[in-house]
């Protein structure tokens, strides 16, 4: 018999990044990605409301106590909100002072203390709906990747054709008045003659204004449910930001255990399409997809991802000087 094949390498080990609230790992940064990195790319079975910008948090080295607020002066854990490591997280993006993880470690050294080796969930800064930097180590093997796409499906016989796929765009703009994006798509609804058309999740609040609770997992699950009633194969989402509140409900449906065979695509606007490589947001981005596309679920054709387009010539010219360029 021919010889065993080697056994793969390892992998290299990266620094967790934690849930601030469960603990749990949601991200492994690798070595190459510890100075450019500062958000995470997804919630990964994290609360919808959860913040994605990576909250720098430190621990006394003699002690391993919780000091996301230190006073430098009096060299001592604080319950001034001034004192807060990364700031106080606040309701904007991007909420906190955004950190690398090299930028971490030399915030967290140059007050004596150091990063921590747990989420230091409830002691403050409201870190806790953080993705939060930790000097625990880890590989990218640990964490639940989805396996490897099938194979493509052997060519159908000539003359058959092949079944076809109906998708139907999961609508963006339903998060509610609680974020301003949405609040103009609630404002249009609330006028009497457009009632018939706002969506199984909203209601009229006790002001007869119309509001959405769209964006949450109790909703994807009976969206699911009624996709599969009617026969629908696939979803397509805007993509947006991943901390834009329009990326929750795309959020909640990658980390929704039960699919129940109702796949994704994703519709790209130029205006979420990093400009070039040297984009700040060009490798987040570039993960984002990889994830994606490595889903069983993710919509192909012929064996390829498949991506919607959601633009116009005059905005592609303004911003790569060409419609080849863009593509």
């Known amino acids: 018999p021919p010889p065993s094949p080697p056994p793969p390498p390892p ?9 601030g609230h469960s603990g749990a790992i949601v991200y492994c940064l690798l070595p190459e990605e510890r100075s450019r990195i500062t958000a995470v790319t997804a919630d990964l079975g994290r609360s919808p409301n959860s913040r994605l910008t990576i909250a720098t948090q430190c621990c006394v080295p003699a002690t391993g106590a919780c000091a ?19 700031g106080l997280s606040m309701l904007e993006f991007p909420h906190i002072t955004e950190a690398t993880f090299n930028e971490a ?7 004596g203390l150091r990063l921590c080796d747990k989420a230091c969930t409830g002691t ?27 194979p493509p499906s052997p060519s159908l016989p000539p003359g058959v054709a092949p079944p076809v796929r109906i998708g139907a765009i999961r609508w963006d703009n339903w998060v509610g008045r609680s974020d ?21 999740c ?4 006790s002001d007869n204004l119309v509001d959405f609770e769209c964006s949450n997992r109790v909703q994807i699950k009976r969206e699911i449910e009624l996709a599969v009633q009617a026969g629908i194969n696939y979803w397509a989402f805007v993509l947006y930001w991943p901390e834009l509140a329009q990326s929750i409900p795309l959020q909640l449906y990658e980390t929704e255990a039960e699919k129940r065979g109702v796949g994704f695509a994703v519709i790209l606007q ?17 993960l984002r997809m990889d994830r994606y596309f490595a889903m069983p679920e ?3 054709v012929d064996g390829r991802p498949l991506v919607f387009l959601f633009t116009s010539r005059p905005a592609v010219m303004a911003r790569w000087g060409s419609v080849g360029a863009f593509a």
């Open 202 to 205: 909203g209601f009229l609040t």
């Open 124 to 150: 403050g800064c409201n870190y806790d709906v953080h993705a939060i930097y930790s000097s625990l180590p880890c590989t990218r093997w640990n964490l639940p990747w989805p396996p490897p796409r099938a």
């Open 298 to 300: 993710y919509e192909t």
């Open 180 to 200: 301003s994006s949405s609040g103009s798509q609630a404002d249009c609804m609330s006028v009497e003659q457009w009632h018939l058309r706002v969506p199984k």
């Open 270 to 286: 130029v205006e979420f399409v990093p400009y070039s490589v040297l984009d700040a947001r060009w490798e987040q981005f570039v």
């Open 68 to 86: 996301r607020r230190w006073d430098a002066e009096q060299q001592l854990v604080s319950w001034d909100n001034a004192h807060c490591i990364a």
């Open 11 to 19: 992998p290299p080990e990266g620094a967790a990044i934690l849930d």
């Open 105 to 111: 470690v030399a915030r967290c050294s140059s007050l």
